[in-house]
């Protein structure tokens, strides 16, 4: 299954660095916390601006082993950008997500949708901060997510 997992994430990757052409793209990285579990995570993600002010984005989430339970995600996002200044900006997102959670061994999947907000600060041209926070609602494990990150856009 992890197998699985990675090479749909490098699939998507690849189609939307081949058709990225376009819009701005970024990759980032970013600590999760999610509710359900206490558990604490690194995110790994690809945004592509395919229209103005509309991206898709990509991401793996794992969460780090806390008490025998360990997790990970795979989440497809959709951001609306709505920019109050050349720096600044505020997003809606939604998305689908594909949740495993281990505990001593025994796995669970879950399928479910993402929704919630998010801040972007831009330092430069290629750099920026964003604060995200999400609700998961997945069947029998919704939680809340907070994350914290940095992304380098080129």
Not at 6 to 14: N, P, T, Y
Not at 73 to 84: A, K, Q
Not at 125 to 150: P, W
């Amino acid at each position: 299954m992890k197998k699985i997992v990675l090479v749909s994430i490098i699939a998507m990757l690849g189609i939307f660095t081949m058709n990225a052409a376009q819009g701005e793209k970024a990759f980032g990285a970013q600590f999760n916390y999610a509710s359900k579990y206490s558990l604490v995570g690194l995110d790994l993600n690809f945004q592509y601006e395919f229209l103005d002010n509309a991206r898709l984005e990509p991401e793996f989430i794992y969460y780090f082993e806390n008490d025998g339970l360990s997790a990970y995600n795979v989440n497809m996002n959709f951001h609306y950008l709505i920019r109050t200044s050349h720096r600044f900006a505020l997003y809606p997102l939604a998305g689908f997500s594909y949740a495993r959670v281990n505990d001593y061994g025994d796995g669970e999947n879950r399928f479910g949708a993402n929704v919630g907000v998010g801040t972007e600060y831009s330092i430069n041209n290629h750099c920026a901060f964003y604060i995200e926070q999400r609700f998961q609602i997945l069947k029998d494990m919704n939680q809340s997510v907070t994350g914290l990150g940095f992304k380098y856009k080129f």
